[in-house]
């Protein structure tokens, strides 16, 4: 069974820095492009981050752009998200997400995802 | 930024009823939309994409079509699980861009 499992969320103060993590199983993690989405409290989905499966592309929303950085480890089929120099604006659940991939060609949506990860951030 | 727009934001309807969401891009997307499904609490749940291709085991009740800017989501037939939120997402390029959601409740 396809699974991911987000960990490390919780409460944060306005300037620090929280790191998630997610932990894939089921599929080859390696083939797979990743993504981050959040939602924040009674509002809307929005795209976070990318990475490439071999890790050597990555994108980012403009709003996160030098404060978030996306990372995976194949070897342990994990995929994280560094969080630094947090607002408000920035809490939110945190959903990994998987992309699509069929026929050995990767589509930019989501097929499976994580259960998510409330990032609260507040003093 | 490609912005997605949905409408309506809510809607309400009955069961057996058929409903139709509009999803519009502000600019050309080709097909490449893809339609969730969100209930409260959950993540959200794949549906369709390349706009009308549903994914494996979803409903044929469900149905999408449209191509360039301007897209829509078709459950005819409404059942008492549909009820949710439905997002659509454009995947033509970065960054990646949802539609505001459209609430369908009783």
């Known amino acids: 069974e396809v699974q991911l499992v987000e960990s490390g969320g919780g409460l944060a103060q306005p300037g620090g820095s929280l790191t998630l993590s997610c932990a894939a199983s089921?599929?080859?993690?390696?083939?797979?492009?990743m993504n981050w989405v959040r939602q924040a409290p009674g509002k809307g989905l929005e795209w976070v981050s990318y990475?490439?499966?071999?890790?050597?592309?990555?994108y980012y929303t403009d709003s996160v752009k030098g404060r978030f950085t996306v990372s995976r480890d194949n070897a342990k089929d994990s995929l994280f998200l560094q969080m630094t120099s947090l607002s408000a604006e920035d809490t939110a659940v945190y959903y990994c997400?998987?992309?699509?991939?069929?026929?050995?060609?990767?589509?930019?949506?989501?097929?499976?995802w994580g259960q998510g990860i409330l990032v609260s951030v507040s003093s | 930024a490609i912005r997605m727009t949905q409408s309506p934001s809510s809607l309400s309807a009955s069961i057996g009823d058929r409903v139709t969401i509009t999803c519009r891009a502000s600019?050309?997307?080709?097909?490449?939309l893809a339609w969730y499904q969100q209930k409260p609490g959950k993540a959200p749940k794949f549906l369709i994409f390349?706009?009308?291709t549903l994914q494996g085991g979803v409903p044929s009740r469900f149905s999408g079509s449209g191509s360039g800017t301007d897209f829509t989501l078709t459950i005819s037939h409404l059942q008492s699980e549909d009820f949710a939120t439905y997002y659509c997402?454009?995947?033509?390029?970065?960054?990646?861009?949802f539609g505001g959601g459209t609430k369908v409740d009783i």
């Open positions: 600019q050309g997307i080709s097909s490449y």
């Open positions: 997400a998987r992309g699509f991939l069929i026929r050995g060609v990767t589509y930019d949506f989501f097929d499976c």
């Open positions: 089921g599929f080859s993690f390696n083939n797979y492009e």
């Open positions: 390349a706009a009308s």
């Open positions: 997402q454009q995947y033509y390029s970065y960054p990646l861009t």
């Open positions: 990475i490439s499966g071999t890790g050597d592309t990555i």
